[in-house]
């Protein structure tokens, strides 16, 4: 029997259950959820949020907020076999790879229900110290972090149903503000379970989680001055969303996070075969295949010097042969599908494009597939070559979202930074190289057009978290093509959910203020 994806809003699960969107197994095409179109009651929905979800919550301390957020933590981790199911079928992902989705939500709302609590009984937070005003030091300045007055509206993206949730709901509700997330239509299964669970449980007051599944329309309309949107998917989409009289006119505070072409480059110091050469091939074949290359953060461009081209992409070559693709219920499977056939013909319209300007170091689409056929969503891993790394084009502007990336040559060190910076804004990039002195200049040189640089050198090749895994302690985001958004980053993310204000009066009225505060500092 089909699953509805029902909305919830003002407390109340919606009936509506005339099927608009079918989800399916992108290996099998078997027929899993539907969602029905645009949700009605938006607009009394999102009032509910604003007053009884934003008064429950913030009726809390920070301390009780993330005491709440551990027991939501609990109520996930005690259902983590039934998400581990949906992510397979709804997916199409092996089980290493749905952990990345599934455990990296449940690890980042951990992460932050202990950030939370060392808040304790905390109100209202402080940033920095009070500044004198007057000769006699009675008059002072202060300011303080509020909750903002609104709901925090997410529209996400298809590739990460759990971790996209609660990277997001996370900070918000211990901020104290109430979520709305709107998951990408075509994996919403996994995020309506969640939401799903967690709204049983009764480990939230009402109001401070809501879904809407199916169609986005009417979502920003129903948005007000005080409120938030934090928005992951296509530049395009960005662009209207940033057009849209909510943002333009009625300044609603919005965080985008949209294309990315990032790099990953292997230092001049590097030796065929030597510990940094191989770090770089495993970790590159490893970015390029993880959840089938459908990652925000995955490397696109892969620059290395000129010399160590051939080298590269026979190491590279070698190892993306051992990937098998196909049907991830198969033990021998180490690739699943994309999520969908129309994700499948975007990728093969982006393969067609590079082609173009770039020779195949390798094609995997000659192997056959494991437990799947040509009606299947799923796509092998392909390597492309750009020797002539100042005259391509494409591959600094077009980003294939699967398996696909691209080996380019570059001169020197200075080449490898200006190569890197033409993809316009990105969300990561990695450096691998035994010279520290000159990684540090080079995440230095990379910082103003990466939100995140990911240093690896042989004494951390055990420890390093990856270029392509977003940990909650380190900024997420990117500016100029990446979106301009910023995310995550420890405590940074309570700064969207938070309103800075300046307050203005007698020392003696401030020291008031200060009782049942918590310094904030990032």
């Known amino acids: 029997m089909t699953t509805f994806l029902n909305n919830y809003l003002a407390g109340q699960w919606q009936t509506n259950t005339t099927a608009v969107h079918t989800l399916r197994d992108p290996v099998t095409g078997e027929t899993l959820a539907a969602t029905g179109g645009a949700a009605p009651g938006l607009t009394e929905g999102f009032a509910f949020a604003r007053n009884e979800g934003a008064r429950a919550l913030q009726a809390m301390t920070y301390g009780q907020r993330a005491a709440m957020l551990a027991d939501a933590l609990k109520v996930l981790q005690a259902k983590r076999d039934d998400y581990y199911a949906i992510s397979l079928a709804n997916s199409g992902t092996i089980k290493a790879d749905s952990g990345v989705d599934v455990d990296g939500g449940l690890f980042t709302l951990g992460y932050y ?3 939370g609590a060392a808040f304790g009984e905390a109100r209202t937070l402080t940033d920095g110290t009070a500044a004198v005003m007057s000769k006699d030091q009675l008059f002072q300045s202060q300011h303080i972090m509020v909750p903002v007055k609104g709901l925090a509206l997410f529209i996400n993206a298809f590739n990460f149903p759990s971790w996209g949730l609660w990277e997001k709901a996370a900070p918000a509700l211990l901020s104290g503000v109430p979520v709305v997330v709107k998951p990408g239509t075509v994996t919403a299964w996994l995020t309506h379970r969640m939401v799903a669970d967690v709204i049983e449980a009764g480990v939230l007051p009402a109001g401070a989680l809501s879904i809407v599944c199916g169609s986005s329309t009417g979502l920003l309309d129903a948005l007000t001055p005080f409120d938030v949107l934090s928005f992951t998917g296509s530049a395009d989409t960005a662009a209207a969303i940033r057009s849209h009289a909510a943002v333009a006119r009625h300044s609603v505070r919005v965080n985008i996070e949209a ?15 030597d510990a940094v050469f191989n770090l770089f091939v495993d970790n590159l074949v490893r970015d390029m295949t993880i959840k089938s290359g459908q990652r925000c953060t995955a490397p696109r461009r892969a620059l290395v010097p000129k010399q160590l081209f051939h080298a590269v992409a026979e190491a590279a070559a070698g190892k993306l042969a051992a990937v098998r693709v196909g049907n991830p219920r198969n033990v021998e499977v180490n690739m699943g599908a994309l999520v969908s056939r129309a994700q499948y013909d975007s990728v093969q319209e982006g393969l067609a494009l590079l082609k173009t300007e770039g020779s195949m170091l390798f094609d995997g689409s000659t192997q056959p597939l494991l437990d799947a056929d040509h009606t299947s969503a799923c796509v092998a891993p392909t390597l492309f070559g750009m020797r002539d790394a100042d005259s391509a084009k494409l ?11 691209s080996l380019l040559g570059y001169r020197d060190t200075a080449h490898a930074i200006e190569l890197a910076h033409r993809g316009m804004g990105s969300l ?6 035994n010279d520290s002195a000159q990684m540090a200049n080079t995440a230095r040189e990379l910082a103003a057009s990466h939100g995140r640089v990911h ?19 380190s900024n997420h985001g990117g500016p100029g093509r990446a979106g301009g958004g910023e995310e995550l980053g420890g405590l940074r993310a309570l700064n969207f959910y938070h309103r800075r204000s300046a307050i203005q009066g007698s020392s003696v009225v401030l020291t008031e203020l200060a009782s049942g505060t918590n310094p904030f500092t990032v």
Not at 455 to 473: F, I, Y
């Open 455 to 473: 240093l690896v050198s042989p004494d951390v090749a055990k420890t390093h978290t990856g270029h392509g895994n977003v940990m909650p302690a």
């Open 428 to 433: 990561v990039a990695s450096v691998y190289s």
């Open 395 to 405: 591959v600094h502007e077009h980003e294939v979202f699967g398996p696909v990336s």
């Open 113 to 115: 229900a202990k950030l």
């Open 259 to 273: 294309d990315s072409l990032n790099a990953t480059i292997l230092g001049e110091d590097a030796q065929p075969g």
